[in-house]
């Protein structure tokens, strides 16, 4: 019944989630937010950005409601169809002394994302984000081994398989023939996931989010072998 009655701001990365709920109102509230509707599958149905106060808002079909400080929205690029996931930002941030994959600044590791989905990409990051692991960059799948020169500081890759398991693990072969220490974590739909090569771990990137995520964790461990989550190289004889 409270929300954010009685504060006079919200910390940028912070929020309020009302479940259930469809309507919101911020009489009595002292700034203006941003309101984000999502359905059941924490699909984004409807945003208010910028909300004042004494306002109403209300999107009918919507499951949750997320109050986020004024301008979060833009500055994360949320927009109406994209799907949100919660993450963790409870676990602890260090630099590993002496590992090839520490980092001084603090980072747990730098990762590339190789996908032209958008909606993916920004799901991918939000994630990182939460573990404290860095998106170094986005490439198309096709400009993954352009990408990994030997100067170019990245500890993993995920690789957005999409709807092309063959191409795309055919360019994560040549990726790890110039990078071989770089592991490369693989996810794509749930329909190819289904083709998969047998012996090739694909995780479904919308409904294994934590499980591809762990997997990246693990990449990033100096201390343990590469991970049998990523994926081998594919045998393109045959």
């Not at 109403?56 to 949750?64: D, I, K, L, M, N």
């Not at 986005?138 to 191409?167: F, K, N, Q, Y």
């Not at 693989?186 to 047998?198: F, G, L």
Request: aromatic letters at 6%; glycine letters at 6%; one cysteine or more.
């Amino acid at each position: 019944m409270r929300g954010l009655l009685g504060r006079r701001s919200l910390p940028t990365g912070e929020g309020v989630a009302l479940r259930p709920a469809w309507s919101i109102h911020t009489a009595f509230m002292q700034f203006p937010i941003d309101v984000v509707f999502v359905d059941e599958d924490l699909v984004v149905l409807r945003i208010d950005p910028e909300l004042r106060p004494f306002h109403t808002a209300s999107c009918r079909g919507a499951r949750e409601v997320i109050e986020l400080a004024a301008g979060e929205c833009a500055r994360r690029g949320l927009a109406v169809g994209d799907r949100i996931a919660w993450a963790s930002h409870t676990a602890t941030v260090t630099a590993t002394a002496g590992g090839e994959r520490g980092h001084q600044d603090g980072v747990r590791g730098r990762v590339l994302v190789a996908s032209r989905d958008a909606r993916f990409v920004k799901l991918a990051k939000f994630l990182l984000d939460g573990k404290g692991i860095e998106t170094a960059a986005v490439v198309p799948v096709d400009r993954l081994s352009a990408t990994l020169e030997p100067d170019t500081e990245i500890d993993a890759v995920v690789l957005d398989a999409h709807d092309s398991i063959a191409s795309s693990l055919a360019a994560a072969n040549f990726a790890r023939a110039k990078r071989p220490e770089v592991p490369i974590i693989v996810v794509a739909e749930s329909d190819s996931v289904v083709r998969s090569p047998a012996g090739v771990r694909i995780y479904d990137k919308w409904d294994e989010t934590d499980d591809f995520v762990a997997a990246v964790e693990e990449a990033l461990d100096p201390d343990e072998p590469e991970p049998a989550s990523v994926a081998p190289p594919l045998d393109m004889t045959s």
